[in-house]
């Protein structure tokens, strides 16, 4: 299952979902967002922050502090398909950028995760041969997701100026520590529901129901916002030991975590 979202919306969430590991390396791409777009809110309140899918991060993470999400979260979807809780004011009415009391902490990229197989299908060592990747899978155990754990060894979110890129602070979490299983459905639902996955090589055969029971992984790693008034952004970078597969799909970028570290997502966020 390629970890692409058939929605031409889901192009607005830039670096909002998990980015495909193949791309993502030592890049930090744009800003989902505009720099000046601070200074058109209309007051400073902080809320739960809901989707225009209506997941409310606050809840699905069960965290009291801003979750920061990029204005794609915000702004895309149908409004004709139910259940739908866009703003279209999201850039002038205080939800976006999602503000952050000075010197308070946040929780980054409400919306990334990384989801698996609940087991490795019985031919997935020998596709991934077949497909050239066979000494890339030396799994933990049969479950993807104990596979997913065991690989992954830091979460490090940076914190830049949005003015003129310049890095204020750096923090590292321990993802053993911080991070949140949930199934792929308490946060992609609606017009973000996934679907049935289906690959007969493989032999996977996935209902929807059973697709939004996966395994879901995020990280409620909580860096301080600066003490300054203004706008910024966070980059976070993942880092694995080792080779992880998802059990998925044999596709080396939407299925696959090499070693090393990588980057996940960006978005703005200011501080009243």
């Known amino acids: 299952m390629r970890r692409i979202l058939s929605l031409a919306s889901m192009s607005l969430l830039i670096s909002s979902l998990v980015v495909p590991s193949a791309f993502a390396k030592g890049h930090r791409g744009d800003h989902d967002g505009v720099a000046d777009a601070a ?32 204005r794609g979260n915000f702004l895309g979807g149908d409004p004709t398909v139910s259940p739908y809780c866009g703003d279209p004011n999201a850039l002038t ?39 050239g990747f066979g000494d890339t899978f030396h799994p933990h155990s049969n ?39 949930i199934q792929l459905g308490e946060l992609l639902f ?5 679907g049935p996955a289906v690959d007969p090589v493989l032999g996977i055969n996935l209902s929807a129901t059973e697709v939004d029971r996966l395994p879901t992984f995020g990280f409620n790693v909580l860096p301080n916002a600066p003490m300054q008034s203004g706008t910024y952004y966070f980059a976070e970078y993942w880092t694995f030991s080792d080779y992880h597969w998802d059990g998925l799909g044999v596709d080396p970028i939407g299925n696959l975590f090499p070693p090393g570290e990588w980057f996940m997502a960006q978005n703005l966020f200011r501080v009243p």
């Open 93 to 131: 009415d205080g939800r976006f950028p999602v503000a952050v009391p000075a010197g308070s902490r946040f929780r980054p990229a409400g919306v990334l995760v990384w989801w698996t197989n609940k087991t490795y299908p019985k031919g997935y060592a020998a596709a991934l041969r077949a497909a």
């Open 39 to 70: 200074a058109n809110h209309k007051d400073d309140r902080t809320a739960d922050t809901i989707t225009y899918w209506c997941a409310n991060l606050n809840e699905v993470w069960d965290v009291e502090v801003p979750v920061v999400v990029g």
């Open 190 to 194: 609606g017009q973000t529901q996934l």
């Open 143 to 181: 479950s993807p997701a104990e596979d997913f754990l065991s690989r992954i060894v830091n979460v490090r979110v940076e914190i830049y100026s949005a003015a003129d890129d310049s890095l204020l602070a750096e923090f590292n979490f321990d993802p053993q520590k911080t991070f949140k299983r």
